[in-house]
């Protein structure tokens, strides 16, 4: 198994930039493919990004593409998702998720999610 811990939400304005960080504990890191995911209130759980365990591949959504990046540093046992251009619609508590085999866009792809950080944007 493995443990997550998200961390680096918080207030910001629209605009602006966060830098949120996934530490892993448990299994090897690297065994895992990573996602983040984001819940709004009264709405369903959405697919961020993904990156494969090597960090060679990753996918986006598209209302987030080109404005986020997701990484990874498999040493560090530490995923990241670095999000600029803040919008408002980008609120919502942000999670992210550990898959043993392929990890999709998909949650029911990821076996591993953790607790999640509140990210606010005011407009």
């Known amino acids: 198994q493995v443990q997550l811990v998200e961390s680096g939400g918080g207030l910001v304005q629209a605009g602006g930039s966060l830098r949120l960080s996934c530490v892993a504990s448990?299994?090897?890191?690297?065994?895992?493919?990573m996602g983040w995911f984001r819940q709004a209130p009264g709405k369903e759980r959405e697919f961020v990004a993904r990156?494969?365990?090597?960090?060679?591949?990753?996918n986006y959504a598209d209302s987030v593409k080109g404005r986020f990046t997701i990484s990874r540093d498999n040493a560090k046992n530490t995923g990241y998702l670095q999000m600029n251009s803040l919008k408002p619609e980008d609120t919502a508590v942000y999670s992210c998720?550990?898959?043993?085999?392929?990890?999709?866009?998909?949650?029911?792809?990821?076996?591993?999610w953790g607790q999640g950080t509140q990210v606010t944007v005011s407009s």
């Open positions: 448990g299994r090897t890191f690297s065994s895992y493919d």
């Open positions: 990156i494969s365990r090597s960090g060679i591949n990753t």
């Open positions: 998720a550990a898959a043993p085999l392929y990890g999709s866009n998909t949650p029911g792809s990821y076996n591993y």
